[in-house]
């Protein structure tokens, strides 16, 4: 059974809609730095921030 144009999941599940990135794909490639990447400026902000 074929994919209807515009299902976003498709015939695989993991098909993303024209022009975006799956979110899977990125988070593969990144692995862990992502989110200590995004939360060593978070907590660094907050400990400057704070008194």
């Known amino acids: 059974m074929g994919a209807a144009r515009g299902d976003v ?4 599940g993991a098909a993303a809609p024209p022009g975006r990135t799956p ?5 593969a490639i990144l692995g862990l730095p992502a989110p200590a990447a995004c ?7 907050v400990r400057v921030l704070l008194p």
């Open 23 to 27: 979110w899977g794909v990125v988070t």
């Open 9 to 12: 999941a498709g015939a695989g």
């Open 39 to 45: 939360a060593f400026p978070l907590m660094t902000a």
